[in-house]
């Protein structure tokens, strides 16, 4: 085999093993403060080049831990006294 097929395999394979990883998220709920509001309980921040766009960062951060998908529609809302920032 060629140097590039054997890279190219390997690539490929590694790729796909990774995308078969669980990720599982971090919460810092035990801090004092953070446990009395969970309303700006940071969980995770989240960054990639859009697939649509390769000159743009897209930045996502996760607020309010431990809320499912299946919880809606009355899901918990941003805090209306609280700033959400993420510095670069």
């Known amino acids: 085999m060629k140097i590039k ?3 190219a395999t390997t690539t ?3 790729a796909l093993a990774a995308a078969g990883i669980t990720a599982i998220a971090s919460s810092h709920r ?3 403060m953070i446990a009395e509001d969970q309303s700006v309980d940071n969980t995770d921040v989240y960054s990639f080049i ?3 766009n390769p000159d743009r ?3 996502v951060a996760n607020y309010i831990p431990l809320l499912l998908p299946a919880s809606g529609p009355n899901f918990y809302r941003f805090a209306d006294d609280a700033r959400y920032e993420v510095h670069i």
């Open 57 to 59: 960062l897209v930045i």
């Open 5 to 7: 097929t054997i890279v």
């Open 12 to 14: 490929a394979g590694l």
């Open 50 to 52: 859009s697939p649509t």
């Open 30 to 32: 035990e801090a004092p």
